[in-house]
Structures are given as C-alpha cells and as structure tokens.
C-alpha cells in the first residue's frame, strides 16, 4: 500500500505552518530555510552564510550550485563565456598548470573511466588559464588547480570560471602576488592563536622550530590537497565560502590543537614535529573543528592577533577588501528575477535587431523572433511557478 504524504494543516496559518516546520528532522528543516532564504527578494543571504557554517553545511551539490553563487555575488544568469580555442597560446604558466593538472589523476573519481577523465583535465587547464588571461594582475601557484577542480566536479565549467574569478579577487588573492610574503604574513596568524588557546603547545612548537611551512598546503589549496575524501573538501567550501577569508588559517590551528597530545609526545624537533604534522588525518571531527574554529575567530579576531610581535604590519587584500565584499552580497535578487530580466533583455535584443535590418530580410527574422518569442513565454509560464523551480528536488520530500 502507498504511504500517504503528509500534508500541511487545512488552514494555512502562519502559525501552523511554523509549528510543523519544527517538528521536522533538522536536515529537512535546513532545507525549508535554504530554500525560503533563496526565494526572498532580496536574498536572505544571512541565513544562506548560516546554513553553509552549520552542521551538514549545503548537503548536497544540487543545493550548492544554488547557494555559492550567492555567497559570492555571482549572477548565474551572467557567467563568463566558455574558453576561447587560443586561451593556451603563449601563456607564461601553460607548462606548470599543465604540469600539475595532469598529476592531479587522485582528485577525480576512482569510478570515472579515464577518457572522460582526460577529458575534464584539458577542461581544468582552460579553466585555469581562462582566469588568469583575464585578470593578468593575478598570478598562477601550485596548489590552484586543487581548488580548482574541486568547483569543477560540483558545479561544472562555467559556474567554476566565474567562482574562480570571484574568490582569486578575494579570499585568495593575497596568495596570488608575484612573491609569498602575503602568504607567509597569513601563515603567521597560526602561532599567536596556539599561543592564546594553549602556551604549552605554543612553547614546545617554538622549541622545535617546526615554524608554520607544514599548513602551506592546506592553507593555500583550502584542505583539498591533504584531503581524501571529497565529501570532506566540499564541508570546509561551504564553511570557507560563508566566512572570513582568515578562516583556514583558524582550521588550521584547530586541527593542531586536536593533535596537541601527539604533538607534546613527540621529539621536540623540527624533523619529527613537522613529520607529524605533515600527515593529516583523515578521520576528523569535521563538525566539531569546525564550530570551534569559529568561536576560535570570534573570541581571537584577527584585529586581536594583529597586534602580535610575530605579525609585521602588512596589508592583506583578503582582509582589506572583505567588508566590501560582504556588503556586495547583500541585495541580490532571486534567481527567478535574474531569469526574467535576463529573458527581457534577450527579448529586447531581438526586438532591436529587427528593427535595424532591411525590409528584404525583415520577414525571414520576423519568423525567428516569433519561434523564439513563444520559447520565452512558455519560459515565462515556468518562471511563474517559481517556487517550484527547485523545490522538486527536496522539498516534495517534506510533507
């Protein structure tokens, strides 16, 4: 017999409906708000960055490719245009991006045959070039392409292109100087937070002279590179995505701190603390790394740590430019609004281009424009039910 679906009350009170949201189990709920915030004109982007940061973070990628783009301001109805043929012609770092874009085999699912394999690493090189040719006052590291690709097995090329444009103008950008003193002055955070959390930890790594050179790694490929799991990678995005650029830096002494037995057992030097360190496990208490990592920023901000002997006076775009960032995110309109300014302007275009060609041709573009028109009014009358856009895929799931 076919289980009945259950139903919201016959009434429809705001009140009842609230109450039945939260008799359901949080996962559902989490989709209830997801999808709530993503519908509000404009977008409630404050509850998106809580949905990210709390447990289960975005769930699924079908929700991600929702919600990233918002975190970053990104219109998905404006994406950058796919690769053009001679993206690869004369670039500086076409033998290094191809270098390590074919070493990164491990990153792709061990199920994916290997010509559909080989065919999204030639992807990962235009993509990586693609950006790169044009925001020329960026430049390529070894690492990047970890980053990369972890975008492009969840969202595909084109939302990764623009998401890649957006975070290598921001959260990474600092790693993108000609140099790495950027780099090395956020690696230096990592101390002052061991020193205020746990001094003895903080004086045994001094001792040792481990330095901070083990975390480059997870610092500048945002764990992908050290982590095996993708389910694992993809958690931290939705929390990097949705928090300050520093972030990673605090992951990283949160994960110190977890190992901080192994590490006062082991010789102090630097030899077998780096050793230690260098090997990341990766059975980790995600979850709960990551809420202390966040009351870690709030009670040790970096404003706080800036203040510290170990941190030179030193201006971190990332940093500098995160309150604007932030605000940019702010009054983005719903993606059922996008469609139908973006449909309006196609309309329009189309109108125009009539408008200016000869009476000869004008009856053939007539034809076009009105196959095209009835395209975009059945378009319409999908925009129309907005709510179900993408409801289908969860929220038919909930009642």
Not at 289 to 302: H, N
Request: overall charge positive; proline content about 5%.
């Amino acid at each position: 017999m076919k289980k009945a679906r259950k139903r919201l009350p016959a009434n429809g009170s705001q009140a009842s409906v609230r109450k039945h949201e939260e008799q359901l189990p949080w996962k559902k709920q989490k989709l209830v708000e997801i999808h709530q915030a993503l519908n509000s004109d404009p977008v409630d982007i404050e509850t998106l960055r809580r949905a990210a940061v709390s447990e289960g973070g975005l769930l699924t990628d079908d929700i991600r490719r929702k919600v990233w783009p918002k975190l970053l301001s990104i219109n998905v109805y404006n994406l950058p245009a796919k690769p053009s043929k001679d993206v690869r012609e004369d670039h500086k770092d076409y033998r290094q991006v191809v270098l390590d874009v074919k070493r990164s085999s491990r990153r792709f699912p061990k199920s994916m045959r290997v010509d559909e394999r080989e065919v999204l690493q030639e992807q990962l090189i235009d993509i990586i070039l693609d950006v790169l040719r044009r925001n020329p006052q960026l430049h390529y590291y070894q690492g990047y392409h970890d980053i990369v690709v972890t975008f492009q097995l969840a969202v595909g090329q084109k939302m990764t292109i623009a998401i890649m444009e957006k975070l290598s103008s921001h959260h990474l950008r600092d790693f993108m100087d000609p140099t790495m003193d950027s780099t090395k002055h956020i690696l230096n955070y990592l101390m002052p937070i061991l020193k205020r959390v746990d001094r003895e930890l903080h004086d045994f790594m001094i001792r040792s002279e481990v330095g901070t050179i083990f975390a480059l790694s997870w610092l500048i490929t945002w764990y992908s590179y050290v982590l095996s799991d993708i389910r694992h990678v993809l958690r931290l995005y939705d929390f990097f995505l949705a928090s300050h650029p520093l972030m990673a830096i605090y992951f990283a002494a949160v994960i110190v701190l977890y190992r901080q037995k192994e590490v006062k057992s082991s010789e102090c030097d630097m030899a077998s603390v780096h050793h230690l360190l260098s090997q990341m496990p990766q059975d980790l208490p995600y979850e709960e790394l990551i809420g202390q990592a966040q009351s870690l920023f709030i009670s040790c901000p970096p404003s706080m740590l800036s203040q510290s002997a170990a941190l030179k006076p030193r201006n971190i775009i990332a940093i500098s430019t995160f309150t604007d960032f932030q605000k940019s995110t702010l009054r983005q309109r719903p993606d059922s609004v996008l469609r139908q300014q973006h449909q309006k302007r196609h309309k329009n275009q189309l109108t125009l281009t009539l408008s200016t060609q000869p009476t000869s041709t004008n009856q053939l573009i007539k034809m076009a424009v009105w196959g095209l028109s009835a395209t975009l009014g059945a378009a319409a009358l999908a925009v129309a039910q907005t709510a179900m856009d993408w409801a289908p895929e969860f929220l038919s799931q909930l009642f």
